[in-house]
């Protein structure tokens, strides 16, 4: 068996993750006491209570999306599961990073939180816009935001799983990209409810203000490999850390790409730390004859467990 964490990004929050964490194991408490006083607000209620409106918006969900995923993971690794390469879905490559070693975790809830402010910023509300493409292969959603960009900035942001492609941009532009592909015979287009249009050219002066806050902190070289969303390539050095993650916030994401590269160097089993089972689907459709658990609550731990022989 070759283990690899994955780590959910936007879009698995929920209020209430993390929940049984939180009341059964000192450490996860600890990981929300210490995120708090990062944040000058208290995180724990934000994800326990809500209101969802605000922990949708992208400030608070990167914060509390890493914090739900740390909590989770230390209790883990104190029973002993430990993984040899790591990787994360957006927001989560930071999580993933943390995991590692890579970042400190107060840190790591520092940069996330002004990840998501800087995102939030870069573009005016209602100018952006992320849909869902399902049934069409890349090549022709490629073609398809190629024509559509003589309305706008519109691009594959993120190469998901097969046959499952969400792209970004300018509103206009998407939504022009959302007829053609319709009109090419794309199994299913959603626009997507999020906050910002992220992995898109729009981002880049959000990225221009990520890197001077990466220059600030330090950051070391990983304890484990992690695969990057930029490039889907092996990075354990803190420079090729950090140049990743500037890069990662204005150009598309291949987390298809990311896990057959974990697949072909002979990792078997993925197990999705954090709210939600977002990804453990995507891996489903990649690389079907692998091991696939996710662990969120007490009965999916002790499935895992139990899978795992621990």
């Known amino acids: 068996m070759k283990l690899a964490f994955i780590f959910p990004g936007q879009g698995s929050q929920y209020a209430g993750m993390a929940k049984e964490f939180i009341e059964q194991f000192p450490e996860s408490r ?7 006083d ?23 969900t990167q914060p509390a999306l890493l914090t739900a995923s740390i909590a989770i993971l230390r209790p883990l690794e104190r029973r002993g599961l430990i993984a040899e390469a790591a990787a994360g879905h957006s927001l989560g490559e ?6 590692a070693g890579g970042f ?10 002004k990840r998501g402010k800087y995102m939030q910023e870069a573009v ?3 100018t952006g816009l992320m849909a869902a493409i399902l049934g069409m292969d890349r090549e022709l959603v490629e073609k398809t935001c190629l024509e559509a960009s003589k309305n706008g900035i519109v691009a594959p942001a993120n190469y998901n799983s097969p046959g499952q492609i969400v792209i970004a941009g300018e509103k206009i532009a998407v939504e022009k990209a959302i007829e053609l592909a319709r009109a090419s015979g794309a199994k299913k287009v959603m626009p997507l409810a999020v906050s910002v249009p992220s992995h898109c050219a729009l981002m880049k002066q959000a990225g221009e203000r990520l890197a001077q806050e990466l220059e600030r902190i330090t950051i070391q070289d990983t304890d484990i490999p992690i695969v990057n969303n930029a490039d889907a390539h092996f990075l354990t050095t803190a420079s090729a850390v950090k140049a990743s993650l500037i890069k990662q916030i204005s150009a598309p994401l291949y987390w298809e790409d990311s896990i057959l590269a974990l697949v072909k160097q002979g990792y078997d089993t993925f197990v999705e730390i954090g709210p939600g089972k ?9 690389a079907k004859d692998t ?17 795992l022989g621990l």
Do not use: H, W
């Not at 400190?104 to 939180?113: E, N, Y």
């Open 278 to 286: 977002v990804l453990s689907g995507l891996v489903k459709r990649i």
């Open 291 to 307: 091991t696939i658990l996710n662990i969120e609550d007490q009965a999916s731990m002790k499935n895992a467990f139990q899978v």
């Open 94 to 99: 930071y999580t993933a990073i943390t995991a």
């Open 104 to 113: 400190t975790f107060t840190d790591a809830v520092s940069l996330v939180q």
């Open 38 to 60: 990062v944040l000058k607000y208290d995180l724990q209620e934000l994800c326990l209570q809500g209101p969802v409106e605000k922990l949708n918006l992208t400030e608070y």
């Open 124 to 126: 005016p509300a209602g």
């Open 30 to 36: 600890e990981v929300f006491e210490a995120a708090s």
